[in-house]
C-alpha cells in the first residue's frame, strides 16, 4: 500500500507509522493484517475469475474445442474451490471485518493480534499447498470431492488439495475465535450488545458457523486422505464404505458455509443502507437476531442437497421443511432494509448502489431457493444449471456485491482516498447487468435439463450458453474496473475526510487512515448505533 | 434434436411432468410478484425519498410488531405450501407402482448398462413401451452416477454397492435425452444416451428383435448352476445352506434375532458380503463371490431367486411394503440397501 509519500504535515496513521516489507509482514495490527489478506485474497479472486472465463469461453459452443475433458473438469474444480475457500470465506470477514470491528466497538485492535496474524500465515500457508496441487497438474473432483471418486478413481492431486483446504480451514476458526471473543471482550465502555452495529453482529453470526462448522470439514478432508492414501474404508464401498456418509459430512459444513459467505455481505448492506439512506435501519433487533437465526437454522438444513442420493424420503422431507424455515429471516432482512427507504434520504451512492444490487441479486437468489428446497422440483433441478445459477445469485451476486460495496464504502477510511465516482458508479451498473446476464439464462438451461459440470453439451443448449457466455464477459469487465480506479486513488486520489459520507459509527470517529491505536482516547458510546438526526417521529405499526 | 424455436421447458413425456411444471409456474409467479414488489419499492422510495440538499433529513420509522410478523408470516404460510406440494410430488415419484415393468440399469465410467426382464440388453439406450409404468433398479460398478430424464422430470443418483430405484410413465413416444447428472469424472459430460419411447407393439416387437439368449431369469439360473451355488443352497432344504426357495420377498430372521427382508439389495449384499448377514442358525461357511460375478450377473441371480420366489405375489400374499409399519421408504428412488422393495409380480411374464 503505496499512499501519499510523508509530508512534514503528514499526520501519523497505521500506513505511514512503519515501513518496510518486515513492518508489514510482522504486523500484530489489525488494519494492517487485514490489508495483507486484501492482496491474497484479491489474487485469489482474479485466479479464480481467470478459470471463469476459461469455462465460459469453453461452452460458448456444444463441442469441447478449447480445452478437453480432462482440463475442463479441473477447470470447474479449481475455480470452485478457489473462489469458495480462498476468496468468498476469507473475502468480508478477514478483509473488512478484520479492519472493522475493533473500530466499531471502539476497540485498539483484536483480542488476540498474534493469533490473527497467525490466521494469514495459515491461510497463505493452505493457500501455497493448493497452489503448488494446482501447479502439479490440480485437481478434478470438483469442489465436492464426492467419493468414492475422489478417494480411488480420480488421477489427480486430490490429497495435496484437501491437505490446502484443511490447513486454511484452521485461519477461518482462528479468526472466528478472535471476532467472538473481541466482540464480547473489548467493547468500549457504553458498547452494548444492542448499540453494536449490525455489522458486527452478522459478524458474530458467521464467527460462530466458523467455530462450529470448519473443524467437520476438516474431520472430513481427513478421512478423505486417509481412505485415499491407506485405503482405509470409510467412504468407498468397495473398501466397505459409505459413500453417501460422505456427502453428510460435507454438506454439514459447507451447507453453514454459504452463510458463512453471505452473512457478513448482509452486515455491510445494513450498514450502508443505513447510512445513505440517514436513518437506523428498520427493525435493528429483527436483523440482528435473525443474522444469529440463520447461524443456527443454517446447520439442520444440510440433507437438502441430497435428496436424490438415496437418502430416506422421509429425512428428503425433514430437510426440505427446515430450509424452508431458515429462509424466513432472510425474508425478513430483505423487507426490513426496504423499509429502510421509506420517508429516508436517499443518497445514490456508489455504496448505495452495490447494496441495491445486492438486495436485488439476493431476493433472486433466495426466492429460486424455494424452488430447489420443493422436492418435486429438485428431483428435476437437482445436478443441473438451475442449481449453478441459483448458487451463484447467492455466492456471486450477493458476497460479492456485499464485498464491493464495503470496499466502496469504507475505501476512504482504509486508505485515506476517495475513488473517481463516475468510473465507480459506472462499475457498479455494469457488474450488475452483467450478473444478469451470465447467470439468468442459466436457470432455463437448468430447467431445460443441461446438467452441471457438462464439457460437451447438447446443440440445442446452445442458445442460452452463448447467453451466459456474452455476459460473463461485461461481468468480467465489470469487476477489472474496481481493481484499476481503486488502485488509481491509491495515488492519485483526493484525500479522504475522516467521514466523507456523514455516517455515525465510531469507525468514522477517527481519522482516515485511523491511527496505529484506531482512538486517540478510548470511545465512550452513550447512546445506540445510528443515531442520525431526523425530523418528527413517526410510529409505525 | 435441431435447433427448434427457443423453448423454456423440455416436453412433458411423462404422467408427472405436468404436475412438476404445474409447481414450477407457481414458484415463478411468486417469485416474479416478490421481486417486483421488493424491485418497485427500492426505485420508488429511492426516487421520491432522494436527497435533495444536504440538509433534507429523513422521518425515523420505529420498527412495527405487528409489520415485522406480518412480513414472516406470510412467507412461512406461503413456503409450507410450496413445501407440502413439492413434497406430495416427491412422494408419488419415490414410490413405484405395484404393477411396475421392472428394467435393471448399471452406471459404470462411462456407459449405461440396461438389461431387460426378457433378456434384452442394451448400452446408453432404453426402449420402453409407452403407458406403462416403468420402474428402474440403478446400481453403479464404480463411482456414484445420475439416471437423469429431463422430459421425464426425474433423477436418481447410481450408488455402488447399492440399489436405488426410479420409476416413470411416459406419456409420449419419442427420443429423449439420458443424461448423467453426478460428476463422474473425465467423460461425465459424454455419459448420456437416449431413451426411446414406443407403442406397445413396436415395443414387443423390439425384444423380439434383440436374439437375447434367455431371460434374465433364465441366465441367472444358469449361472446358479455355474458358480456352483446350487451344491449347498438346494431346493429342499437339504444342502448346506437356506434354500432359496419361496425365499423373495419374504422376512428372514437372522443372527442376534433381526429380522431382514429377502429384498434385491439383501439378495445381492449375500452373493458379495455373504458374512454380513447370517441366517439364524446356519454356519458362516458361504465365501464371497465378489470378482467372479459381474453387477449384472448379480442382477440376474436376483432375478433367478425372485422366479423361484413365493408364486403368490400377486396380491394379498405379498408383503406389502408400507413406509409406516417398516419405517423405510420401500421401493422409492431412496432406497438403502437394507431397505425392502417393492413388490413385484412374477405371474406377468
Ligand atoms: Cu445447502
Ligand atoms: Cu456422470
Known amino acids: 500500500m503505496i499512499t501519499a509519500t510523508p509530508t512534514q504535515h503528514e499526520p501519523k496513521n497505521y500506513i505511514n507509522s512503519d515501513y518496510g516489507i518486515k513492518s508489514w509482514l510482522l504486523t500484530q495490527d489489525h488494519k494492517r493484517i487485514a490489508i495483507l489478506y486484501l492482496i491474497v485474497v484479491t489474487a485469489f479472486f482474479f485466479l479464480g475469475g481467470l478459470f471463469a472465463v476459461l469455462i465460459r469461453i469453453e461452452l460458448a459452443t456444444p463441442a469441447g474445442d478449447l480445452v478437453d475433458s480432462n482440463v475442463y473438469n479441473k477447470l470447474f474444480t479449481m475455480h470452485g474451490i478457489i473462489m469458495v475457500f480462498f476468496f468468498l470465506i476469507p473475502s468480508i470477514p478477514a478483509i473488512l471485518g478484520n479492519f472493522l470491528i475493533p473500530l466499531m466497538i471502539g476497540a485498539k485492535d483484536l483480542a488476540f493480534p498474534k493469533i490473527n496474524l497467525l490466521s494469514w500465515y495459515i491461510y497463505v500457508a493452505g493457500g501455497v499447498f493448493t497452489l503448488y496441487a494446482l501447479m502439479r497438474g490440480g485437481v478434478d473432483t470438483g469442489w465436492t470431492f464426492y467419493t468414492p471418486f475422489s478417494t480411488s478413481y480420480s488421477n489427480s492431486y486430490v490429497i495435496a488439495t484437501g491437505l490446502g483446504i484443511f490447513i486454511n480451514g484452521f485461519s477461518a476458526i482462528l479468526t472466528g475465535l478472535n471476532f467472538i471473543v473481541t466482540i464480547h471482550r473489548m467493547r468500549a465502555p457504553g458498547m452494548t450488545w444492542f448499540r453494536l452495529p449490525l455489522f458486527v453482529w452478522a459478524h458474530y453470526a458467521t464467527s460462530m458457523i466458523q467455530v462450529l462448522g470448519t473443524p467437520v470439514i476438516a474431520v472430513t478432508l481427513l478421512l478423505l486422505i486417509l481412505e485415499r492414501g491407506l485405503h482405509i474404508g470409510i467412504f468407498d464401498p468397495a473398501l466397505g464404505g459409505d459413500p453417501v456418509l460422505y456427502q453428510h459430512l460435507f454438506w454439514f459444513y459447507s451447507h453453514p458455509a454459504v452463510y458463512i459467505m453471505i452473512l457478513p455481505a448482509m452486515g455491510v448492506v445494513s450498514e450502508i443502507i443505513s447510512c445513505f439512506c440517514k436513518k437506523a435501519p428498520f427493525g435493528y433487533s429483527f436483523i440482528a437476531f435473525s443474522s444469529i437465526a440463520i447461524a443456527v437454522f443454517g446447520f439442520l438444513v444440510w440433507g437438502h442437497h441430497l435428496f436424490v442420493s438415496s437418502q430416506s424420503v422421509y429425512a428428503g422431507m425433514v430437510f426440505s421443511m427446515l430450509s424452508y424455515l431458515v429462509a424466513i429471516p432472510s425474508a425478513i432482512k430483505v423487507f426490513n432494509w426496504t423499509s429502510t427507504m421509506y420517508k429516508a434520504s436517499v443518497e445514490m451512492s456508489t455504496p448505495m448502489l452495490y447494496a441495491i444490487g445486492f438486495i436485488g441479486l439476493f431476493t433472486i437468489g433466495g426466492l429460486t431457493g424455494l424452488f430447489v428446497a420443493a422436492l418435486g422440483i429438485d428431483v428435476h433441478v437437482t445436478d443441473t444449471y438451475f442449481v449453478v445459477a441459483h448458487f451463484h445469485y447467492i455466492m456471486v451476486g450477493g458476497a460479492i456485491m456485499g464485498f464491493l460495496g464495503g470496499i466502496h464504502f469504507w475505501w476512504p477510511k482504509i486508505t485515506g482516498r476517495m475513488y473517481a465516482d463516475t468510473w465507480s458508479k459506472l462499475s457498479a451498473i455494469i457488474i450488475f447487468v452483467g450478473f444478469n446476464l451470465t447467470f439468468f439464462p442459466q436457470f432455463i438451461l437448468g430447467y431445460l435439463g443441461m446438467p452441471r459440470r457438462y464439457h460437451v453439451y447438447p446443440p440445442e443448449f446452445q442458445v442460452f450458453n452463448v447467453l451466459s457466455s456474452a455476459g460473463a464477459s461485461i461481468l468480467g469487465f465489470g469487476y477489472l474496473l474496481p481493481f484499476c480506479y481503486l488502485l488509481y486513488s491509491l495515488k492519485f486520489g483526493p484525500k479522504a475526510p475522516a467521514n466523507p459520507w456523514g455516517a455515525v459509527g465510531l469507525e468514522w470517529q477517527t481519522s482516515s487512515p485511523p491511527i496505529s491505536e484506531n482512538f486517540e482516547v478510548t470511545p465512550v458510546v452513550t447512546q445506540d448505533a445510528y443515531q442520525y438526526s431526523t425530523r418528527e417521529e413517526v410510529k409505525v405499526g | ?349
Open chain 2, 1 to 349: 434434436m435441431d435447433s427448434k424455436s427457443i423453448t423454456f421447458f423440455p416436453e412433458q413425456a411423462s404422467s408427472i411432468a405436468g404436475t412438476v411444471d404445474n409447481l414450477y409456474l407457481f414458484l415463478v409467479l411468486i417469485s416474479a410478484f416478490f421481486s417486483l414488489l421488493i424491485a418497485g419499492l427500492i426505485i420508488y422510495f429511492a426516487v421520491k425519498y432522494r436527497r435533495r440538499s444536504d440538509a433534507d433529513m429523513p422521518v425515523p420509522a420505529h420498527g412495527g410488531l405487528l409489520l415485522e410478523i406480518t412480513w414472516s408470516v406470510i412467507p412461512l404460510g406461503i413456503s409450507m405450501v410450496i413445501f407440502a406440494w413439492g413434497a406430495s410430488i416427491f412422494f408419488t415419484e419415490s414410490r413405484p407402482p405395484a404393477d411396475s415393468m421392472e428394467i435393471w440399469v448399471t452406471g459404470k465410467q462411462w456407459m449405461w448398462k440396461v438389461q431387460h426382464m426378457e433378456g434384452q440388453r442394451e448400452i446408453n439406450e432404453l426402449h420402453i413401451p409407452v403407458g406403462r409404468n416403468i420402474k428402474l433398479t440403478l446400481t453403479s460398478e464404480d463411482v456414484i452416477h445420475d439416471f437423469y430424464v429431463p422430459e421425464f422430470r426425474t433423477k436418481a443418483d447410481v450408488v455402488p454397492g447399492r440399489y436405488t430405484t426410479e420409476w416413470f410413465r411416459p406419456t409420449k413416444t419419442g427420443k429423449y435425452h439420458i443424461f448423467c447428472a453426478e460428476y463422474c469424472g473425465t467423460k461425465h459430460s459424454g455419459m448420456v444416451g437416449a431413451v426411446y419411447v414406443m407403442q406397445p407393439a413396436d415395443y414387443a416387437m423390439w425384444l423380439t428383435n434383440g436374439g437375447a439368449q434367455g431371460s434374465m431369469s433364465q441366465r441367472g439360473e444358469a449361472l446358479f448352476q455355474q458358480l456352483g451355488c446350487v451344491t449347498c443352497h438346494q431346493a429342499d432344504g437339504h444342502g448346506r445352506c437356506p434354500t432359496l426357495v419361496g425365499l423373495f420377498g419374504k422376512p428372514v430372521e437372522i443372527q442376534h434375532g433381526q429380522v431382514v427382508n429377502a429384498d434385491a439389495s439383501y439378495i445381492r449384499e449375500s452373493i458379495l458380503y455373504p458374512q454380513a448377514k447370517i441366517v439364524a442358525g446356519y454356519e458362516p461357511i458361504m465365501p464371497t463371490f465378489q470378482g467372479q460375478v459381474t453387477e449384472e450377473g448379480v442382477q440376474q441371480l436376483v432375478e433367478y431367486v425372485k422366479s423361484i420366489g413365493p408364486k403368490d405375489t400377486t396380491g394379498a400374499g405379498a408383503p406389502t411394503p408400507s413406509p409406516l409399519t417398516t419405517g423405510s421408504q420401500p421401493g422409492t428412488a431412496q432406497q438403502r440397501a437394507t431397505n425392502p422393495t417393492a413388490i413385484t409380480v412374477p405371474g406377468k411374464r
